[in-house]
Structures are given as structure tokens and as C-alpha cells.
């Protein structure tokens, strides 16, 4: 193990706790972690991380290379007798437990192919025991994506296998993994670095995981919701004690205790490294300070009887007095971030101002391992509690109504001198070590010339040097990612008209109301806003009927008939299954009309009106160029 580059004080690199611990408890694991999809594509490759096991090289920080070490290792794990995990499968772990008859599975990984992967690992060494229940602990696409490879809607609909999770669980997951999923998936390529090659001077991981698997993802909805923080719940006589965590690491979470194991699982509120208030791919703010005092609680409800801890990533911790420092450490960190943040701000800095100030943890935060910032730093998490409170206006006016970048790129160039002057002010700065302030101008450059090739080869060059001494996962591999495409070219810049709002198995889990919601998001607003619209559905299938309105470039869904007796221009008579495969793009209107699986009555060019002003968002929208 390589040991820091400077003197800086921090944590015991002689403290092997965390090592001992990511392999307590191995049962097996796979000889090859490659795993395949149906059609031979590789979705999940464990193998490539074997560079890891040598020394750290000058182009990694020491302290993301240990914990890429540790993340990395893979296999079936057991925690406690009648309990085990399966890490290094995934982005996530997955958690199962046996009951009477079956398995509990929590967290069924993000993939359907990795999930199924991860179980028949458990079932070649524990019997091939059946899925008696699902537990999704929160609403990201990590943590349920890979039902489809433990259990089956039909299992579900024939009451074989519940689906337990959290109040309020489906309403999170549609609006942040299906609203806002086409610029939460742009910018997570970026954030997990999807388009690195794995190694020394590519993808090492992230802190919170190695990366994110590739294969298929699905969503079954919950058949038991978990209401309120006590609830106890028997499953396949397992019993499970609920805490509900909203609006913490996610709006919709919950931690769950397991008397009968003296186990607490705390989802992804704890985990060890600091987490994000606001992940860098996007999401809404998260409130530091109810995670903070949900921390507390879990304290309260469950540190006197809790014996291990695991959770939705990273590796378990054991022992009372080791699980009670862990909870408090990680409390004591978003504590400090928002407490502090709220100080500061109320003495008049700015969220950048007040990252600058609080650079570091001070005294025992400062020398854990289990805070530091390979994943949420402690920078970006302070902009985050700013933006909370005050949002993006920081109160100077002559931030109120700046140019956009690329009209503001120009001026500042023109008022530099112009680019051939401020590469050449900026190749100095560069020898002088100035990295982010080479990078801010050269980026004017770029934005105001993008066939400049020097201006981008230079940048690309400041943001290789600036990632490879990030100890934070995240931003290594958005400079890394940043350089990448500064040097691969143009991206798709526009988005494209039709839709194609996700699989089958995903929109097959929503309500119809939250398809139209969906389709309402894609609307081009300026070119519909000529139309006047009004289209009834009758789901043959469900019985359901509702009434879509397009007026003023906004397109409302009703349930039931328009209000008023307004009269439809068109309605549109299909099965549900149906309206679903024509959001995957797996058919059109025009073609299930034509087999006769869609029936119009009316005006045919009203439905044609509607699919002409909906937006595929371009997959690959620039970032690092205009």
C-alpha cells in the first residue's frame, strides 16, 4: 500500500480495520466477474480492476487507490449465520436473507443480469432457495433496477413474492430516474466516468462503488409500503423494524433493523465515504440536516442492540462500539457541512467562498476514513447547503442577467486580447502550477472558438493534470471524461422529435398518469404552442379513460372525461401493454394503427399533431464544448 505524497495530517494508513473487514466472511466468488447479457455483450467486467493490486502510480491519489482496492473485491459474503452479501457484482450491493421457506433479497443490484448473476452465486452455495420478497430501501435505480433477475411480475401478481419498500417510493423514482433520466444519464456518464478505460490513468472507481453496470433495468412496484418509522414487518418469518429516512441520501429511503440477527441495515445514509447533498450528475438539494438527525435517530432506535452494520454499498462494519463510531462520524460530517455552510453564509460569503474557507474536517472528522470525500466532497457539498437556502442567485447584481457562456466566452477573449494572448498568458499559469485558473480562461477560448485544436488540447491537458490528483472519484472522472471528448470531437447537440421514454419492464411499473407526466416533459412548448388539442384514451385492458390537453405548449392529462362536456377531436382505444411499447420505441401510433392495435375515432391528425412535438432528447449533448 502506497502511502500519501505529502505530510498533510489525516487518517492511520497503518489501520487495516477497513481490509480486514471487505473480506470477513468470503463463502465464494466468481473465478472470471464477467458477466454477459442475453446477446453476448459484456454489462459487468470485476476482472478489469486487477490493476489495483499494485502499487499506486503518480497519476492516482493515494487515498482513492485504497478504497478502489477495497471496493473492488468480489463475492458471497456472509455477515452473520442466516444472512449475506454479495459485493463487487455491481455499482451496489446486494443483501440476502433466509427465511422459512425462502429469501428476503434487499437491493436487487442495478441490472437484471448482474442481479441474477449475484443469486445464483448465492444458490450454488446455499441452495436454490425461491425469492419470497423484494426490499427496495430507496427510490434510485441502483437499489431496484435488477428485479427482473430475482423474481418476476408474475411471481408478484401470483402473491409468490412481495415488493417491500419505502412511502412515497414510486413517486421518487419516476421523477428523477424518468423526468429528468435523458440529463441525469448525460451527466452520470461524466460522474462514473462510463467512457474511461479502467486503470492508471482512466476509471479507478468512485468511492461509493467501482462503477455501474450496463444491462437491462426494470422496476416492479411495491405491493407493501412501509408508513411510518416502527413498523414491523414478517417476512418469510424474518422479521424487519423500519426507520423511515425521507429526504436524506434520497427522498424516498428507510433503514430497517433485524432484531433476530442483532443486524442494522442503513440503505445508502451511511456508508464509508462522505456521500453527496448534491450529487454532481444532478438531483435535487438534499437536506444535510435531516440526514444528520435521522442519523441521531438511528442511534437512538438501534445502537444498543445493533451488533453489525451494512449497507447498500461498501463493506460491513462489526461490533457494537464500531458500529456506534461509524454512525457518528458519518452524523457528525453532514452535521458539520450544514451548520457550518449556514454560519458562514449568514456572514455574508458565498457558497464558493465559503468552500474555500471550509477546506477540511477539523480534529477526529479529519482523520477518518470513513468521511472522506471520494464520492460527495466536502467542496461541491457546501455549494449544495448554499443553493438550499439561497439558491443560484449569490445577491451580486451583476450576476443577475450575465450572458450565456458562449456570448460571454466571446467577450471575455475579445477583452483579453484575444486567444493567441490568452494561451499564452495561460501556458504560463500552467507551468506555475495555476490549474483551475488555466482552466476557467481556456475554457473562454473553447466556448468562443471550438475549432480552436491548441485552446483544446491545452485544456484537456489542465484537466487530465487536475483529475489525476483528485482524491474524489467524481471529479477525477469528469476532468478525465472532460478531456476525453475535448479531444474526440463534436456531440450531439439537439434532440430529435419522437420518443422513446425507456424499456418495457420500467414503463410497465408506472402508472399511467405518470406516462402522460412523462410525455408532458418532452413537449417542444414554443412549436406547440399553435396547437389546441384535446384527445380521449380508453385503455381497453385496464378500463381506464383519460383526457390529454394541449394548449399554451402544455400538455395536461386528466383522468376521466374533459371537463366542461368538451368535446375530443380523437379517441384513441389500445391496451396498456401496447401505449407501453410505443414509449420504448418498440412500435409507433402509425404502425399499431395499421395492425390494427390502436383504433381512432375522429380526427386522425390531432394524434399526428401531438407526436410531432415531442422531444427525444439527444443522448450525448455537449458539456466541454458549446
Known amino acids: ?32 466477474c464477467v458477466i454477459r447479457n442475453s446477446r453476448g455483450r459484456v454489462v459487468w467486467d470485476n476482472d478489469r480492476w486487477g490493476f489495483l493490486e499494485e502499487d499506486c502510480p503518480e497519476t492516482v491519489h493515494p487515498s482513492l487507490w485504497r478504497i478502489g482496492q477495497l471496493n473492488a473485491r468480489q463475492g458471497l459474503f456472509e455477515v452473520v449465520p442466516g444472512m449475506y452479501q454479495v459485493r463487487g457484482l455491481d455499482g451496489s450491493n446486494m443483501t440476502v436473507v433466509e427465511g422459512d421457506t425462502g ?22 452455495n446455499r441452495g436454490d432457495r425461491p425469492v419470497r420478497a423484494v ?109 423511515l429516512t425521507p429526504d436524506t441520501e434520497a427522498p424516498s429511503e428507510m433503514n430497517f433493523f433485524f432484531p433476530d ?4 441495515l442503513v440503505a445508502e445514509n451511511v456508508s464509508h465515504t462522505l456521500h453527496n447533498v448534491l450529487t454532481l450528475r444532478g438531483a435535487l438539494v438534499r437536506d444535510a440536516r435531516a440526514w444528520a438527525c435521522s442519523i441521531t435517530e438511528s442511534i437512538q432506535l438501534f445502537c444498543d442492540d445493533a451488533e453489525v452494520l451494512i449497507g447498500s454499498h461498501n463493506w460491513p462494519t462489526w461490533g457494537r462500539d464500531e458500529v456506534q463510531r461509524l454512525l457518528t462520524e458519518q452524523r457528525d460530517a453532514y452535521a458539520y457541512i450544514h451548520d457550518q455552510t449556514v454560519r458562514l453564509m449568514n456572514r455574508g460569503l458565498t457558497g464558493a467562498e465559503i468552500a474555500e474557507e471550509l477546506a477540511e474536517f477539523p480534529g477526529e472528522l479529519g482523520r477518518s476514513w470513513s468521511v472522506r470525500g471520494y464520492y460527495g466532497s ?133 402508472s399511467t398518469e405518470q406516462l402522460f407526466q412523462s410525455m408532458a416533459v418532452r413537449v417542444d412548448g414554443p412549436r406547440a404552442a399553435v396547437h389546441r388539442l384535446l384527445l380521449r384514451w380508453e385503455f381497453t385492458d385496464t378500463g381506464e379513460v383519460w383526457t390529454l390537453l394541449l394548449g399554451n405548449g402544455v400538455l395536461t392529462p386528466m383522468r376521466g372525461d374533459a371537463p366542461g362536456g368538451g368535446k375530443p377531436q380523437l379517441t384513441i382505444g389500445l391496451e396498456r401493454t401496447e401505449f407501453d411499447r410505443i414509449l420504448a420505441g418498440q412500435s409507433s401510433f402509425a404502425d399499431a394503427v395499421a395492425a390494427g392495435t390502436v383504433e381512432l375515432d375522429g380526427e386522425a391528425s390531432a394524434l399526428a399533431s401531438l407526436v410531432d412535438v415531442l422531444e427525444q432528447p439527444g443522448a450525448r449533448f455537449p458539456i466541454v464544448l458549446p
Not at 23 to 28: A, C, I, K, Q, Y
Not at 103 to 124: F, G, H, M, N
Not at 261 to 264: C, G, I, P
Open 103 to 124: 429469501v428476503l433479497v434487499i437491493d436487487p443490484l442495478v441490472s437484471k443480469e448482474t442481479a441474477s448473476a449475484a443469486l445464483e452465486l448465492y444458490r450454488r
Open 378 to 510: 466536502l467542496s461541491h457539498n457546501v455549494k449544495a447547503v448554499y443553493q438550499r437556502y439561497m439558491g443560484w442567485f449569490d445577491g451580486n447584481p451583476a450576476h443577475l442577467w450575465q450572458h450565456p457562456p458562449v456570448e460571454q466566452a466571446k467577450r471575455y477573449v475579445d477583452f483579453m486580447g484575444g486567444s493567441d494572448t490568452v494561451l499564452a498568458k495561460a501556458r504560463a499559469s500552467f507551468e506555475e502550477g495555476d490549474l483551475r485558473w488555466v482552466a476557467e480562461v481556456v475554457n473562454h477560448v473553447v466556448f468562443a472558438d471550438p475549432s480552436n485544436t491548441g485552446a483544446r488540447e491545452l485544456l484537456a491537458t489542465t484537466y487530465e493534470r487536475l483529475g489525476y490528483t483528485q482524491e474524489n472519484g467524481t471529479w477525477r472522472n469528469f476532468y478525465l471524461t472532460g478531456a476525453r471528448e475535448l479531444r474526440a470531437g463534436e456531440e450531439d447537440a439537439h434532440g430529435r422529435k419522437g420518443f422513446s421514454m425507456g424499456s418495457t419492464e420500467v414503463l410497465g411499473g408506472l
Open 1 to 32: 500500500m502506497s502511502t500519501p505524497r505529502d505530510h498533510t495530517p489525516g487518517p492511520d494508513w497503518d489501520d487495516r480495520a477497513d481490509f480486514a473487514n471487505a473480506t470477513r466472511g468470503l463463502v465464494d466468488r466468481y473465478a472470471s
Open 261 to 264: 440477527h442483532k443486524v442494522l
Open 135 to 243: 426490499v427496495y430501501t430507496h427510490s434510485h435505480g441502483d437499489h431496484f433496477g435488477g428485479v427482473h433477475g430475482v423474481t418476476s411480475p408474475q411471481a408478484v401478481a401470483a402473491g409468490e413474492c412481495a415488493i417491500v419498500a419505502p412511502d412515497g417510493f414510486m413517486h421518487h423514482a419516476v421523477s428523477e430516474n424518468i423526468f429528468a433520466g435523458p440529463a441525469m444519464v448525460r451527466r452520470a456518464s461524466y460522474m462514473y466516468g462510463a467512457a474511461l478505460p479502467a486503470g492508471p490513468e482512466g476509471l479507478v472507481g468512485f468511492g461509493l462503488a467501482q462503477a455501474m453496470s450496463t444491462g437491462a433495468l426494470g422496476l416492479i412496484p411495491p405491493t407493501l409500503s412501509v408508513e411510518a418509522t416502527g413498523q414491523d414487518l414478517t417476512l418469510d418469518g424474518v422479521r424487519l423494524v423500519f426507520q
